[in-house]
């Protein structure tokens, strides 16, 4: 089992709907979270990041951390199809876990925002 | 990019070539990180280096070998390039000090080994 999963869509929404990008992770301890956004051929972008259960809102985008169940999920609202691009999930597992302070990633979640 | 240069952007190599990748950062972050991005695969760390002089494997070593001289390179030499190796590459930095662990990344090298 992978330690963080996202489904690698495409996920399709039409230009103005709300889009939900979700992701799963296996280390309960995990204690830093992260979206990033990836357009076809350029690096991954930070986007948004989340340490505490809840939400937190940035702009169009609002980040949701539920740590008890082990999930993360980005919303993207009034979509555009500039935010069509790879989107993804990284989490900082438990130090215990993690002696060299690394980023596990997910596979990303392809969306599509359609005019 | 944050900060992070990486060269070259293209290469195409030789199944058996050697070569060299360069990441150069110009913020003064301790942490610096090698990823391979593969379809399907995401992210894969090769090797990190938590400080200047330091440096350490990560999910998938094999065929790499990194180089930390000073605090600001961090380079990924291919020995013995093979086919398997085909894929983009990525460098990135994590602040030194910060408590949130947040790393940004390079604008990649996109490496073909025929």
């Known amino acids: 089992q992978k330690e963080v999963e996202q489904n690698s869509g495409p996920l399709s929404v039409p230009e103005g709907a709300i889009a939900s990008l979700n992701c799963t992770y296996s280390d309960r301890g995990s204690q830093s979270f992260f979206w990033y956004r990836q357009y076809s051929g350029k690096s991954p972008e930070l986007i948004m990041s989340i340490y505490s259960n809840g939400d937190k809102e940035d702009g169009r985008f609002t980040a949701q951390l539920n740590k008890a169940s082990q999930y993360v999920s980005l919303l993207i609202r009034d979509s555009q199809p500039s935010d069509s691009a790879t989107y993804l999930c990284?989490?900082?597992?438990?130090?215990?876990?993690?002696?060299?302070?690394?980023?596990?990633f997910g596979g990303g979640t392809r969306l599509m925002v359609k005019p | 990019n944050a900060g992070v240069t990486q060269t070259p952007k293209f290469q195409v190599l030789k199944t058996g070539q050697s070569m060299t990748l360069q990441c150069a950062q110009d913020m003064n972050h301790n942490s610096m990180y090698w990823y391979r991005q593969d379809p399907g695969m995401g992210l894969r760390l090769i090797y990190y280096?938590?400080?200047?002089?330091?440096?350490d494997k990560g999910e998938v070593p094999n065929g790499y070998n990194v180089s930390r001289l000073n605090k600001r390179e961090f380079s990924l030499r291919l020995e013995s390039a093979a086919p398997s190796q085909t894929s983009v590459y990525f460098c990135a930095v994590q602040p030194g000090g910060s408590s949130y662990n947040e790393q940004f990344f390079g604008p990649g090298t996109r490496l073909t080994v025929l």
């Open positions: 280096s938590a400080s200047e002089g330091t440096t």
């Open positions: 990284a989490v900082f597992p438990h130090p215990l876990n993690n002696a060299g302070n690394m980023l596990t």
